[in-house]
C-alpha cells in the first residue's frame, strides 16, 4: 500500500517537472499578456487594457526613394494604452505604439 503511494507521488512529481518547462516556453513564445490583471491597489481581477487617446509625429527624413535631392516626410500614428481598474479607478502610466506610418515623397530630380 505504501509502496504504491509513493510510486504514485513520484509519477506525479516527474510528470510535474515534465509539464512546466513547456507550459513556460510556450507563453514565452506565444508573448501575449492576459488582457484582466490584478489591480496593485484594490487586489481584484479587474485590471483592463484600454486605449487612451492618439498621436502623430511628423519627420523629415532623406528621401528613401533613390531621389538625389528632397526629403520625405514621415508621418507616424501612435496609439495610446494605459491599463484601467474597472473597480478602483486606478489607472497606470501610459504607453504607446505605433499603429500608422505614412510617407510622402518630396524627393526631386534636379532640372
Ligand atoms: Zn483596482
Ligand atoms: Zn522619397
Known amino acids: 500500500m505504501n509502496k504504491k503511494l509513493v510510486s504514485i507521488l513520484i509519477l506525479g512529481v516527474i510528470s510535474f517537472m515534465l509539464a512546466l518547462p513547456v507550459s ?8 501575449i499578456q492576459p488582457r484582466v490583471q490584478e489591480c496593485g491597489r484594490c487586489g481584484k481581477m479587474s ?12 519627420a523629415e527624413v532623406d528621401c528613401g526613394h533613390g531621389l538625389p535631392f ?15 481598474c474597472s473597480n478602483c479607478a486606478y489607472g497606470s502610466s501610459t504607453w504607446e505604439k505605433c ?13
Open 99 to 111: 499603429t500608422n506610418t505614412e510617407i510622402k515623397c518630396g524627393g526631386y530630380y534636379p532640372n
Open 24 to 31: 513556460a516556453s510556450q507563453n514565452v513564445s506565444e508573448g
Open 47 to 58: 485590471l483592463h487594457v484600454v486605449k487612451c487617446g492618439s498621436r502623430t509625429s511628423t
Open 70 to 84: 528632397g526629403s520625405d516626410a514621415v508621418k507616424k500614428t501612435y496609439t495610446i494604452y494605459q491599463y484601467k
